[in-house]
């Protein structure tokens, strides 16, 4: 079970406590704990004739969108998730369009 599956739940009384102390407490005495996805990139049977656009707007303005075999190079299993957005500074929906922009598929594994 989740954390996120506990707060939402509407009959327990989880609208009465503190989320983020109830995080930290959970987190220091190792109740819980943090797990991470490493992405692991199955290649398409196709090239991508579909061209992602240049530049995507967000909150943040525009930024330059990486190339798909940039991204997928990344995902071998090794690299966290966090650590590829942080890499090419976007959001984890935009990096998993642009590595599957060419039909390919991604595998999550988590630890």
Do not use: W
Not at 69 to 98: H, N, R, T
Request: charged letters at 25%.
């Amino acid at each position: 079970m989740t954390v996120e599956q506990v707060v939402l739940a509407e009959e327990s009384d989880m609208n009465r406590v503190n989320h983020r102390n109830l995080i930290m407490y959970g987190v220091v005495h190792k109740i819980l704990r943090r797990v991470h996805c490493f992405p692991v990139c199955i290649k398409g049977l196709h090239n991508a004739d579909e061209h992602l656009p240049v530049s995507a707007g967000g909150k943040g303005g525009d930024y330059q969108l990486p190339k798909y075999c940039d991204v997928q190079a990344l995902m071998d299993g090794s690299k966290s998730m966090d650590e590829i957005c942080v890499k090419f500074m976007l959001p984890l929906e935009i990096i998993e369009d642009v590595a599957m922009s060419d039909g390919s598929n991604i595998i999550r594994i988590f630890k």
